[in-house]
């Protein structure tokens, strides 16, 4: 018809332009004879032209675009890759689907033709899985990142979690280098004060697990990272910290392929205290008295060690408890784990606890099957050794999955074994008695034995609180933590009718965990205790789900449509048992068990717990999109949960977003540069449910101190009874996160540049808190109320680029993330609540204060150091102001410092993170780099109450003699040596630094064999390469490791209260390894 209309626009042109007088009559009456003509012309040269397009395997393509070239006319294949279309013998036929070589046809004299894409390998895009379905990646209008399994590869790890680290625009990740240790992945900031975890979801089955280790990453597919509630709010209720989809690797139709990926390699820590700490015992003795001279304190009389001059002190020969004076050990008639020989040199404590260390990981595969029946298989075996000594994660595991299909029905299934074992570091992961800080904490002059080949220890005046780290270690060696994991689904498929499916699945995540903790007495410790004791726990987790889904795909002209509705039942259950006892009689390995046989009868404890919750769902989903131009897609669901009360049990969370490619439209067909432009509007609702399952009662305990009683008046006995321990509130309701994306999609020059950029706001009300309660309420723990509000808005980006010059390959991609928190409100009345779980020596450490971002670092902020009296005469009043201490602001202007002049000093959240990954490739020889930065983010380096201030007669730094404090300095690097200074270690901006990096996190060198080697050796596939991880990293932070973890930071459950703090983490480590990739 447009075609119809241009030459009845010209014909009338023709007759304006020739002037011809007519009379209107005689014009109406050639008018109405051209018309016929042209209209009988037009009839006559246009014809319908049809055919079938398929792609490679011979599938029909529906959604195929098929456009007259030059013109807006067109049509696109149906559900079975049928058309047809008016046509002119002289058009051209343009066929165009994404991932696939348009083609260009002219049409000629034929009125049939059929067409075989063929995939376009330079901009091929996967089949993403969305929540409960799976469409184009093109066709997406949420905000999702597909992860695929070469990104995830190139990082040699335990656990995805730490593989996904900078691989994802929007996904910020924290883990240490303790092998085994879990990862916090938080997908676009934060949204809650207690729990950011995202949903993670492998084939089918719900995982929320951090400690996500017992997943083989080579069997990993790829990953879907679901970021707005667009995309995520089909899983309602447990989407409000985003949704991580996990596809394994699944069997194709062909002979059997056999694969193995190995590597091996060596670990070292990327620092160490040895570069840090002072080592020279003669230098530590020298501080401690310049220390005690500046405090006006005769050092000689405190540390008898060092002899009697009060002013040069004498290394001893031997380190002897506090109120000897020497020890001749020749006469000496003590044990001899009495007697410790002064290591003069130094202990290298560092270098006694770290050590280079072997990583390995090797697995193999098997996949293949027919038209009918597909399966691939998996073992795979995972070992870890710390550069901690005795530290190391172990993990065997096996998949196997596979799928059946006859006639119109398919059934299969997907299940993982494994089995993993991890010896961590003693003691809590970051505290004063973890084995980081206790390397800081001990005497370079104290050996790491006695003569008696004991443990030695502190036991002297002057050398502080340390516990011997490697006593710690030693002892810790047999204290295992075992898991075993099955996880894995049945499922079966109905397709009665073309487009229409019903599919049900199974799945179940079970879990046994088993751990035994020993602690020996440590009479070496200058706080020692003279008893055992042997602790032993069995944990049992069992979570099914059943899930159903009805979907019906068809095409109607140039409209597709994609109709989903479901049902989904889930029960998480959770039973515990512990038993402890102490004073055993034996401390052999062989010989622990909680047995009254075996320890002291009054000292045994055995109690057992537990948890449930249920959830039941029913969702809904309608994917639309109008040939290769406009996307919507809506969903519903409504969840049922028992973490809630009667009355708000049930949730609904709707969601919607649309999209529209620009670079369809008429008139961008011919700007060649840009291959595909779209723009992406999604809103929705997604909630939060983590609570627990009790938080509904009131719950009931007893004890000793808070509800026995002698209620009798015989002032003798007492009754126990039972106290309130913790509230409920069954007024609780869904946490509701209200969230808008926008979203811009590019692709240019042919696929080689794309562009992918999202920005988005998240809005978080009636937000779930368990904030303390008045005092009036009594000690019962707070339940979780409804009562806080937060907002967390950002920006996502992606820019990829892939091209060939000549037989040299380059692809190039770089993904930026930043996001900015802000809390709106706790409570209603409370402008900030403190961090809890952490015991701090220097006052408060931390607050989340409305309008600011969680985890703000709170103190005094520092000015310098004071330069003299008369500096400290005229500042305010500071408690222990002194030549040489810090000097304080005093914010309020009051004259005075005081609590008052405290505020936020620091914030742990980056103002942006980058991944970047390069590669190279020619001849057979490839070359990739991954690199990671965070900029912008600050740190709270606590462990400088140890280094700068001698905390408990610690260690201190390398330099702290050669750059402390002189009359006049008015910003030295550290403050004058003083014991008497309890003042200037309080918590102040002196501890915040800048936490910036970038580092090298993998380099990657390879050769492939050409296709003449690997068939003479029966291969299809060879490759060789190297890998070192970690090999540089560019920082300002004074500590070890700019990386930190706070998985294990705080023991009350609410880490990302503790966001940049280091406490003594356990170090990354740089590997070195070669491995090897052959397929057969």
């Known amino acids: 018809m447009f075609a119809l209309k241009t030459q009845i626009i010209t014909m009338n042109q023709v007759f304006t332009s020739s002037r011809v007088a007519v009379s209107g009559s005689m014009r109406r009456l050639w008018g109405s004879l051209l018309l016929v003509m042209l209209f009988a012309t037009s009839a006559f040269a246009q014809r319908t032209v049809s055919g079938t397009v398929i792609d490679e395997l011979g599938e029909p393509l529906p959604g195929v675009n098929i456009r007259i070239e030059g013109t807006g006319s067109g049509t696109t294949t149906d559900l079975d890759g049928k058309y047809s279309l008016q046509v002119d013998d002289g058009n051209i036929l343009v ?95 934060f949204s809650s004060f207690t729990n950011n975890d995202p949903l993670i979801i492998v084939d089918g089955v719900p995982v929320q697990d951090k400690f996500n280790t017992s997943i083989n990453p080579n069997d990993i597919e790829s990953m ?84 009697t001059d009060a002013s040069n002190p004498v290394l001893p020969d031997y380190v002897f408890p506090a109120g000897a004076t020497g020890i001749d050990e020749s006469t000496y008639s003590y044990p001899d784990n009495l007697i410790m020989r002064a290591n003069q040199a130094g202990t290298d404590w560092w270098n006694e606890v770290f050590n280079p260390a072997l990583i390995t990981d090797h697995n193999i595969g098997l996949s ?84 008696g080949g004991n443990f030695a220890g502190a036991k002297a005046n002057g050398l502080g609180n340390g516990n011997n780290p490697v006593a710690l270690q030693e002892r810790n060696k047999d204290n295992i933590f075992q898991g075993y994991r099955v996880l894995g689904n049945f499922y079966g498929e109905v397709e009665p009718i073309k487009g229409l499916k019903a599919r049900t699945s199974f799945g179940i995540d079970a879990t046994n965990n088993h751990s035994l903790n020993f602690t020996f007495p440590n009479f070496e410790a200058s706080e020692p205790t003279n008893v ?220 080689t540049l794309n562009l992918a950029l999202d920005v988005y706001q998240n809005n978080v009300d009636g937000l779930l808190f368990n904030a303390a309660l008045p005092g009036t309420a009594g000690g019962a723990a707070p339940p979780f109320r409804n009562i806080a509000s937060m907002t967390t808005s950002g920006i996502d980006a992606n820019v990829g680029y892939n091209n060939t010059f000549g ?61 003299d009296q008369a500096d400290v005469d005229a500042h305010a009043t500071q408690d222990g102001a002194a030549p040489g201490r810090l000097k304080f602001s005093d914010l309020n202007g009051d004259g005075v410092i005081n609590d008052d002049d405290r505020g936020i000093i620091g914030n742990p959240h980056p103002d942006f993170t980058m991944g970047l990954n390069l590669g190279f490739d020619i001849a057979g020889f490839d070359f990739t780099a991954f690199l990671f930065a965070s900029v912008g983010n600050e740190i709270y380096n606590y462990n400088r109450l140890f280094t700068d201030f001698s905390q408990f007669n610690s260690n201190v730094a390398a330099d702290r003699l050669t750059n402390a404090w002189q009359p006049g300095d008015t910003d030295a690097k550290y403050t004058i040596p003083d014991v008497s200074d309890s003042f200037s270690r309080t918590s102040s901006s002196y501890y915040v630094e800048d936490g910036s990096f970038l580092r090298a996190r993998t380099i990657e060198a390879g050769y492939t064999f050409p296709s003449g080697v690997t068939d003479a050796l029966n291969m299809s596939s060879l490759r060789f390469y190297i890998q070192g991880q970690n090999l540089f990293t560019i920082t300002n932070y004074t500590g070890i490791d700019p990386e930190l973890s706070n998985v294990n930071i705080s023991d009350s459950g609410q880490n990302d209260l503790w966001q940049g703090f280091d406490f003594g983490n356990y170090p990354s480590s740089q590997m070195f390894l070669i491995g090897v990739s052959a397929n057969f």
């Open 368 to 451: 293949g099957g027919t038209e009918n029946a597909t399966f691939s298989v998996s073992a795979n075996y995972f070992n870890q050794e710390g550069t901690m000594m005795h530290t190391y994660f172990e993990r065997f595991s096996a998949r196997a999955n596979s799928k059946f299909t006859k006639g119109w029905f398919t059934f299969g299934e997907n299940f993982q074994f494994a089995r993993s074992e991890s010896v961590g570091q003693n003691g809590f992961a970051q505290d004063e008695q973890n084995v980081m800080t206790n390397i800081i904490k001990m005497p370079t002059l104290v050996p790491v034995l006695d003569v």
């Open 224 to 307: 879907q990272v679901l970021k707005d509630a667009s995309a995520a709010s089909i899983y309602g209720s447990r989407a409000n910290n985003g949704v991580i989809i996990i596809t394994t690797k699944q069997g194709k139709a062909g002979q059997l392929q056999v694969s193995y990926n190995g590597k091996v390699g060596l670990q070292v820590p990327v620092g160490g205290y040895d570069d840090i700490l002072m080592q020279d015992p003669q230098e530590w003795a020298d501080f401690v008295y310049q220390g005690h001279a500046n405090a006006g304190i005769t050092p000689d009389t405190y540390y008898p060690l060092y002899g």
């Open 532 to 751: 055992n004791g042997f602790g032993e726990n069995w944990d049992r987790f069992y979570n099914w789900t059943w899930t159903n889904t009805l979907t019906y795909s068809a095409t109607f002209g140039d409209n597709n449509i994609n109709v989903l509705v479901g049902h989904e039942a889930v029960k998480n259950s959770y039973r515990g048992i512990f038993g402890g006892i102490s004073q055993l009689f034996s401390e052999d390995v062989n010989g622990r068990y909680v047995n009254l046989a075996l320890g002291n009868v009054d000292s045994r404890a055995v109690s057992s717990y537990g948890s449930f919750s249920t959830l039941l769902s029913y969702f809904g989903k309608i994917d639309y999109a109008y040939q290769d131009l406009l996307y919507a897609d809506f969903t519903i669901r409504r969840d049922g949960s028992s973490n809630f009360g009667p009355n708000n049990r049930f949730g609904v969370f709707p969601a919607g977003s649309v999209g529209f490619r620009l670079s369809s439209l008429g008139f961008m067909q011919g700007v060649s540069a840009i291959d595909n432009l779209k723009i992406r509007v999604g809103y929705g609702i997604t909630g939060n449910q983590a609570i627990g399952g009790l938080n509904n009662f009131n719950q009931y305990g007893g004890g000793p101190a808070v509800s026995s009683y002698d209620i009798t008046g015989s002032n003798g006995s007492t009754v126990s009874g039972f106290a309130l321990v913790q509230r409920g509130n069954a007024d609780t309701r869904w946490e509701e996160n209200r969230a808008i994306n926008v979203g811009l999609d590019a692709g240019f020059l042919d696929g």
């Open 95 to 189: 066929y165009s689907y994404i991932g696939y070589l348009a083609q260009n046809v002219t049409v000629g004299a034929r009125a049939v033709i059929d067409i075989t894409m063929q995939p376009d390998l330079a901009q091929l895009e996967e089949v993403v899985v969305v929540g409960y379905t799976s469409k184009r990646e093109a066709d997406i209008t949420g905000a999702v990142t597909v992860v695929t399994s070469e990104d995830i590869n190139m990082v040699n790890a335990a656990s995805f979690g730490q593989k996904l680290s900078g691989q994802a625009a929007g996904v910020t990740t924290s883990t240490s280098g303790q092998p085994g240790e879990g990862t916090n992945i938080r997908i676009r900031g």
């Open 807 to 867: 037989n040299l390959g380059f692809s190039a991609d770089l993904n930026v993330t930043r996001y900015v928190n802000t809390i709106n409100a706790i409570d209603g009345n409370a402008s900030f609540f403190s961090g809890s779980g952490i015991d701090s020596r220097i006052g408060e450490l931390t607050r989340n204060v409305v309008g600011n971002p969680i985890s703000t670092f709170f103190g005094y902020t520092v000015e310098g150091t004071f330069a």
